[in-house]
């Protein structure tokens, strides 16, 4: 794999980072600026008529000045649109399911290297979502835009802490993210009915649903991954798993990235 692109987001996003705290710095003093500049303003707008014979012309040069240094000195901060970071990241859940799935092909050479370093990875995304808040943000996400598999997600949350915690099995809980996950494809096949019991399938669904969403690429690419996930969790479920206890973390992992970019898209 050319690393190159991924590397290239990684470098734009923090020289955006970077900006945006220079900006951040530079927020006191703009403030500053801002208020003596409101201050001259009401101060003039507030002048009585009598003013009106008193010559203008310093101000009209001064204000002349100030506007074409303030404006060249400080470039405009672009807008940034609510959308556009929920695009973005959706792109990044998308993409870190596809580098999760990655880790798992390479843990299963099964070499002291290979288990390694799935288990330092995977550890290092887990800790990623937990201080994102990422299954917090899942269950607002539901509440708000699919609160019909809200108790799903819990049941299936609740469950595999309690497997990590050594008080529930990997099995119970493969088979409850099995459920959230059939909970969330049926809800959309609901939404994209047009008629009770019309047929439906996932291109259908997706079209009718998710036809003007700008992330629809991720989703598409969410549910293209969807059946890999679900013989995963079938074969955590049923037993036939031979892989190491971390792979239900990427499994869970992975079922919150798909709930994130599916459910973030609905309106």
Same mark, same amino acid.
């Given at each position: 794999m050319d690393t190159k692109k991924l590397t290239d987001a990684r470098?734009?996003?923090?020289?955006?980072?970077?900006?945006?705290?220079?900006?951040?710095?530079?927020?006191?003093?703009?403030?500053?600026?801002?208020?003596?500049?409101?201050?001259?303003?009401?101060?003039?707008?507030?002048?009585p008529a009598e003013a009106n014979s008193v010559s203008t012309t310093d101000l009209d040069r001064y204000a002349k000045s100030v506007y074409g240094r303030i404006t060249s000195a400080l470039p405009m901060i672009p807008a940034m649109p609510a959308s556009?970071?929920?695009?973005?990241?959706?792109?990044?859940?998308?993409? %870190? /399911?596809?580098?999760?799935?990655?880790? +798992?092909?390479?843990?299963?050479? =099964?070499?002291?290297?290979?288990?390694?370093?799935? #288990?330092?990875?995977?550890?290092?995304?887990?800790?990623?979502?937990?201080?994102?808040?990422?299954p917090a943000k899942v269950r607002e996400l539901l509440v708000t835009r699919l609160p019909t598999v809200m108790a799903k997600f819990d049941s299936a949350r609740d469950t595999y802490q309690h497997c990590q915690s050594g008080f529930a099995d990997r099995t119970a809980a493969a088979l409850e993210m099995r459920t959230f996950l059939d909970g969330?494809?049926?809800?959309?096949?609901?939404?994209?009915?047009?008629?009770?019991?019309?047929?439906?399938?996932?291109?259908?669904?997706?079209?009718?649903?998710? %036809? /003007?969403?700008?992330?629809?690429?991720? +989703?598409?690419?969410?549910?293209? =991954?969807?059946?890999?996930?679900?013989?995963?969790? #079938?074969?955590?479920?049923?037993?036939?798993?031979?892989?190491?206890p971390y792979e239900l973390e990427a499994l869970w992992a992975r079922v919150l990235d798909h709930a994130f970019v599916v459910v973030s898209a609905l309106k």
């Open positions: 470098d734009y996003l923090r020289t955006w980072l970077e900006r945006s705290r220079q900006a951040a710095d530079a927020a006191p003093t703009v403030q500053q600026l801002h208020d003596l500049l409101d201050w001259e303003v009401r101060t003039y707008e507030r002048r556009g970071l929920t695009q973005i990241s959706s792109v990044t859940a998308s993409t %870190s /399911s596809g580098m999760l799935t990655y880790v +798992i092909d390479v843990s299963h050479l =099964q070499t002291p290297d290979t288990v390694n370093y799935a #288990s330092n990875a995977l550890a290092e995304y887990r800790k990623l979502q937990e201080f994102q808040q990422r969330v494809k049926g809800e959309l096949f609901e939404r994209a009915r047009r008629q009770p019991g019309e047929n439906m399938s996932i291109e259908l669904a997706l079209e009718r649903v998710f %036809s /003007s969403a700008p992330t629809r690429t991720e +989703i598409e690419e969410q549910f293209r =991954q969807r059946s890999s996930l679900m013989d995963a969790l #079938s074969a955590v479920a049923k037993r036939r798993d031979l892989s190491k």
